[in-house]
């Protein structure tokens, strides 16, 4: 961590205020080195309070997705502990797939401010701009089979809709498979893109991407009616920083019933689409449906004329009537 996050960090863990020479004994360094990080902090837009027999205070901080702020909230171990952020990628997906080639960990963390080539399942474009979203992507290595990776969506969406509801005072469900709403309207989509063992029929790795609309946006008309962001829905701004970190603490959670899928009971309770009828989509042919439930493997349980049937997320889409 650089000096000038160090001293943030400090300013942060002490509210009430810290002396310059307690921040530079604690850190190990210079009183001039603190000076420097204050007048570095403040150009990067922190608002800091300089005080006689109280020290620098932190007043206001802006919204910048920073390794120092995100674990301020993190207390996942693995899931998220290590990370890079980057102002612009093509897509976090892409640049966590290259890392897995080159054998980076289980839990590894990619961050962008945001994407050129956003994109969502099907090869649809993910809505991408600057200092107003959450775009992630985890590197996961589960000892699972490939047919079960839909579980790995299925929980992920679990863990952002909690998420979301700890920085924000809205309720979260989710669209079948990978879409989390706020009344009624789009706020995240996930992308779970798996590298296969072909001998075994193996997970090697799975990389999972998350976007949430985080900040006030203004959508482009063709998707005003239909995607909104946490902060348009709840009425203030949220922290980045600390979405990212939740998200982590709730997929570190939830990781261990992978096997067992108990987060599966959540994620029907959760559903905006059990019990509605619906159209299907596949491929160039869609039909009418009515969703009955959402099974313990992840996959939809739907009723058209031909009689029950289940299908996974690799196969279908939906569209709410």
Known sequence: MS?????????MTEPEGISGERVARRLGITRNSVWKAIGQLREDGYEIEAATNRGYRLVTAPDRVTEVEIRRWLKAETIGARMEIHGELDSTNLRAKALAATGAPHGYLVIADSQRQGRGRFGRSFFSPEHSGVYVTYLLRPQMLAERAVMITSMA????????????????????????Y????????ILCEAGLDFESGMLDYAALGIGVNAQPMAFPEDLRDIATSVANECGHTVSRSRLIAEISNQLEAL????????FMAESRERSIVIGRDVTVLRGDEHFQARVLDIDERGRLVIRTEAGVSRVNSGEISLKLN
């Not at 000096?3 to 300013?11: D, G, I, P, R």
């Not at 706020?182 to 989509?189: A, L, P, T, W, Y």
């Open 182 to 189: 706020i009344n009624g309207r789009k706020v995240c989509g």
């Open 255 to 262: 990781y261990p019933q992978l096997e067992s899928g108990e």
């Open 157 to 180: 969406a679990v863990a952002v809709a909690r998420a979301i509801e700890a920085v924000a005072e809205v309720h979260a469900g989710i669209k079948w498979v990978n879409d989390i």
């Open 3 to 11: 000096t000038k996050n160090e001293v943030l960090f400090a300013l």
